[in-house]
């Protein structure tokens, strides 16, 4: 049974840190593309960081350079490294996984299993 598991949201001032972890049971992560994506109130779910097998990383133009996305294949366990956040940040952050090609763009519908999502909020 495939399940991602997320934790480590909260709250944070703005300028502060936070980091997401994401633990996957049921495969093994550098089989698979992950991501990070998030959703804001009333609008669509947003690709904010992608990790592909081979270690490549993609990241969406609102958090380049501030978003750090990782993983420790011995802890099966996929992070998010967010820094100098801003309220605009705040929204459910969800993890997901799919097959490598979903690593070829930013839609969503390439990513197959997805956890529960954990909320951020920034002030």
């Known amino acids: 049974h495939v399940q991602l598991v997320e934790s480590g949201g909260g709250s944070a001032q703005a300028g502060g840190s936070l980091t997401l972890s994401c633990t996957a049971s049921g495969y093994t992560l550098s089989s698979r593309c992950m991501g990070w994506f998030r959703q804001a109130p009333g609008k669509g779910r947003e690709g904010v960081a992608m990790?592909?097998?081979?270690?490549?990383?993609s990241y969406g133009d609102s958090v380049r350079g501030r978003f750090t996305i990782s993983q420790d294949n011995a802890k099966n366990t996929l992070y998010l490294q967010m820094n100098n956040l801003k309220p605009e940040d705040t929204a459910m952050y969800y993890c997901?996984?799919?097959?490598?090609?979903?690593?070829?763009?930013?839609?969503?519908?390439?990513?197959?299993?997805w956890g529960q999502g954990t909320q951020v909020t920034v002030s």
């Open positions: 997901a996984a799919g097959p490598l090609a979903a690593c070829g763009g930013w839609w969503d519908g390439g990513f197959n299993s």
């Open positions: 990790l592909e097998g081979d270690g490549s990383t």
